[in-house]
């Protein structure tokens, strides 16, 4: 949720750590702040509001230092104000410390530090860290390791923790604690971040970190160790994507330019998946053929639109391989007692792999005995090293809040899963698994097509940017299309939208249709399973009520009733929605631009949702 940055090297710091903020600032915006180690005390800037804010109070009086922390927040414990903006600092001003995460036992510690004379100056959470800190690093004779070690054992919660000290200004101090941390190892430099594209610039050489594991790095050393002090081997890896991936590239904003780059995504996820022999190559999944033959049920759990995904996993897996799956939003799974065993393999579909509600069910999946693939788009992220297997998407770095590319790849993941089991288990022909394949090579020139063919589309959609209510209809697999749709349109454009399978719309959604108000609905593909008739009727029936429809349809399909008919090229039924939701994406975006709302960073919202 918050983005966290440090840095201690030769430069001048508030130069990488602001430059590193900039690119974490999807993690969170509510305020920014930053933390520069002169000798001896430290300078503390932090405004509330959008990093732009802490930009403009920085004037010439920075200091030149070498080293520092920084923090762009997104507000859990105390309201986005200057006071409870991090960094957070100890009574005498010299121990800077910032926070992404929660620490539960935050007012009991808070209880305890005010009976020791402490005096508390913000509504956080964090702010305990650093006044138990200070008391901490005096007991351990100014060693800020030390004190960071017995600290963390102190607290309950989920947390990245940053800290420095005016009197060892170059040693940054972090730990981490089911919330994303990593060291990026430069020449005579180092960086921490949130996410590796806080420092591509500099360097391509990361380190992961372990939940416990505390660093200190100087600009010439990084050393990790656990709680108890113990050394830990250093996990290095290279990046593989470079700095221009997470700019954005002539494009007005990052959704825009990561709706355009869906066709490379999707075709970069399917490479080398059929071996010259027709087999789907899926070595990831780590399991056997009798294992695979051996499964009773799959449970797909996620959030948001990577939930969405998991409902076409549904469709897919169950029409080839005939296995059954569930499909549950992750933060409800654990708090009920789901039937899993050795028998159920559990999806676990995140683009971050960070998502806090989606790692504690791959937790209580694990621990119910459960084999755990996750799908994820991050390379070296917590929910990944915490299951089973992974099948990393190749999305590239997603940075809009709102997920687009992500949710294509993650499809086309769910496919080659779904065409793999069928063809191990014998539920489809060799022939049939190739047929489906060579079809979803096609996928990313459609793509392209609709692309190239979406400018009436945005012209329309300004159109309707005075409504403040959508609602969009899809049956089987387009479904999950409409409700990805309204979930875009809610995230973007504030406007109250809902998807609704068609046939629920005469048991009450009918009520809300009034003259004028817009429907969108998904015209079933392939004719396949002769629904296109119930959606022309669900058509008629709310036009009669008022309704403007939009229909989204392929080529050549029968449209009757609508306003404005968007055209998308033939496929597959089951592979219809990679392409319906572009032109939702589009439509989402661009009600966001036609309502002046900021469309990378949407009210309320931050990407990779660290807390419950
Ligand atoms: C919506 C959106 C969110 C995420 C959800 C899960 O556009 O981006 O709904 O899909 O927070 O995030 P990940 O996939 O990172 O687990």
Not at 330 to 342: Q, V
Not at 397 to 413: G, N, W, Y
Not at 438 to 443: D, G
Request: charged residues 25%; glycine residues 8%.
């Amino acid at each position: 949720m918050c983005g966290i940055v440090g840095y201690s090297g030769p430069q001048s710091a508030a130069t990488p750590l602001i430059e590193g903020l900039r690119r974490l600032e999807y993690r969170g915006y509510d305020s920014a702040g930053i933390a520069l180690g002169t000798q001896g005390k430290l300078f503390i800037e932090k405004k509330a509001g959008k990093l732009s804010n802490l930009e403009g109070s920085l004037d010439s009086s920075l200091p030149v230092v070498h080293s520092g922390i920084g923090h762009t927040r997104w507000a859990t414990h105390g309201g986005p104000t200057d006071g409870n903006a991090h960094p957070h600092v100890d009574n005498e001003g010299k121990l800077a410390v910032i926070h992404n995460g929660i620490i539960e036992n935050y007012s009991e510690l808070r209880k305890e530090l005010e009976a020791r004379g402490h005096k508390f100056s913000s509504e956080t959470d964090t702010e305990s860290v650093a006044h138990l800190l200070s008391d901490l690093r005096k007991k351990h004779n100014g060693d800020l390791s030390a004190a960071m070690r017995e600290a963390v054992k102190a607290l309950r919660g989920s947390f990245t923790l940053l800290a420095i000290h005016g009197d060892a200004p170059e040693v940054v101090v972090g730990v981490r604690r089911n919330s994303p941390l990593v060291v990026g190892l430069g020449n005579g430099e180092n960086f921490m971040a949130s996410d590796v594209a806080a420092f591509i610039d500099y360097t391509k050489c990361a380190i992961e970190l372990g939940q416990d594991e505390v660093v200190t790095m100087t600009p010439t050393s990084v050393k990790i160790t656990d709680l108890d002090g113990k050394a830990v081997a250093p996990k290095e890896y290279q990046i593989t994507w470079d700095a221009s991936a997470a700019q954005k590239g002539g494009f007005t904003h990052f959704m825009l330019k990561e709706i355009f780059e869906q066709p490379k995504a999707v075709a970069d996820t399917l490479i080398g998946r059929l071996s010259d022999n027709k087999q789907i190559v899926l070595d990831e999944l780590r399991m056997s053929a009798d294992e695979i033959r051996a499964l009773k049920k799959i449970t797909v759990i996620a959030c948001g639109t990577a939930y969405h995904a998991g409902l076409v996993a549904k469709y897919a897996i169950e029409k080839w391989a005939k296995i059954p799956v569930d499909v549950e939003i992750a933060s409800e799974f654990r708090y009920r007692d789901p039937i899993i065993d050795a028998g159920t393999l559990v999806i676990a579909i995140s683009q971050s792999g960070e998502t806090m509600d989606t790692l504690m069910a791959v937790r209580h999946a694990k621990a119910a005995g459960g084999r755990v693939l996750a799908i994820c788009n991050t390379n070296s992220s917590t929910i990944p090293r915490e299951s089973d297997a992974v099948l990393y998407t190749h999305a590239g770095p997603e940075i809009a809040v709102a997920s687009t590319k992500a949710l294509l790849t993650q499809m086309v993941a769910v496919y080659l899963i779904g065409l793999h089991l069928a063809q191990v288990n014998g539920a489809l022909k060799d022939a049939e698994v190739e047929s489906l394949y060579k079809e979803l090579l096609e996928l990313p020139g459609k793509i392209e097509q609709i692309l190239e063919t979406v400018e009436p589309l945005r012209a329309l959609t300004r159109s309707f940017a005075e409504n403040n209510i959508v609602l969009f209809l899809g049956r089987n697999i387009g479904y999950p299309v409409a409700l990805e749709g309204a979930l875009k349109l809610k995230e973007l454009a504030y406007i109250h939208a809902e998807g609704f399978a068609g046939g629920e719309l005469k048991h009450g959604p009918i009520a809300l249709i009034d003259k004028g108000t817009p429907v969108i609905a998904i015209l079933p593909a392939g004719h396949e399973h002769a629904l296109d008739e119930k959606m022309l009727s669900n058509i008629q029936e709310v036009k009669a009520r008022g309704a403007r429809v939009i229909v989204i349809a392929e080529e050549g399909a029968h449209v009757e009733g609508a306003e404005h008919i968007i055209r998308i090229p033939v496929v597959p039924a089951l592979f219809q929605p990679v392409l319906a939701t572009v032109p939702l994406q589009v439509f989402a975006y661009e009600m966001a631009v036609a309502r002046g709302n900021d469309v990378d960073q949407p009210r309320n919202l931050a990407k990779s949702v660290t807390v419950e």
